[in-house]
């Protein structure tokens, strides 16, 4: 761990108010409420915050090697609604609420970079008794995911990345012309809805606003301020020639947010990488091809013990 040095002077992420708290936590748990099986959860005190964890727990899988999720930007554990029936009916399954972002998690102390970052997710394996874990993170949630590798690797069986965001390569340049308004609270709320489902990579009338999992990332992205959050970027040649765990890839095949076929190309740098370009599909990989996507990441975790 680094010597101590000052915090930057900033404010730590927080729900702007008491109201907006409420109607994302009513959204976040009716999220919860349609899985099949409901979660126990886990306040982990971490040298940063106290880290909210969804686990799903079986003694049947006590000899597998669990695995660990780390959710996108302005949304939490209940994003990975669509994939918890597969993954928790092999495993055992921990759901991070990110600290310095939406959800149920609260931070306590400034966040000052990406080794800050990858501080809180390894303090809270260890205080949830984690030794090692398969690390899944999807959209800047593998950019963390890819941190923890680099500076904790004995923690990792595995890294697994589903279209990681600023991790491989920089997002093109219409992402950033959409992130603006994304996450601007005072613009129309039809304009950031707009943007989230351009960056998400579904058309505005495919959304279903009464989704549970749709508001609780719009209302995120309305009432909760993460801009003290640092954010990563593209891994060196050298971070990604010296990873040091098995990682798999999964990349969209359209408008790409984690770099498309660059990111793809950078990802080969990795020693031992299985890298997939997912054929029609778009940012939202893990939730437009549940079934294949997690049967294959049960082989790949099956092969890494």
Partial sequence: ????????????????????????????????????EAPETRDVATGLGTVRACVWANDKHAGRTP????????????MWRDNLPDLIAHRTVYAFDALGDAGLSEQTIPLRDMADQAQWVEQAMAGLGIDRAHLVGHSQGGGLAAAVAVRHPDRLASLTLLEPVLTLSWPPAWVWLHLIPASLPLLPQSWREHALNRIGGVAD??????????????????HYSSAALPNPSPLSEYDL??????????????????????????????????????????????????????????VFWAAHP
């Fill in 241 to 298: 020639t010296g990873l040091a765990v098995p990682v798999y890839v999964a990349i969209a095949s359209d408008d790409s947010v984690a770099g498309g076929d660059a990111a793809a190309h950078r990802a080969a740098l990795i020693p031992d990488v299985q890298v997939k370009v997912w054929s029609d599909t778009t940012h939202s990989l893990p939730m437009q091809v549940t079934s294949e996507l997690d049967a294959e990441l049960e």
């Fill in 67 to 78: 695995v660990v999720l780390l959710p996108g930007r302005a949304s939490g554990a209940p």
């Fill in 205 to 222: 009338d495919e959304v279903d606003p009464n989704d549970p999992v749709v508001r609780m990332i719009a209302l995120a992205a309305r």
């Fill in 1 to 36: 761990m680094r010597a101590p040095g000052p915090r930057p002077k900033r404010r730590v992420g927080h729900f702007r108010t008491p109201q907006g708290r409420k109607a994302y936590v009513e959204a976040y748990t009716a999220t919860l409420d349609l899985l099949p």
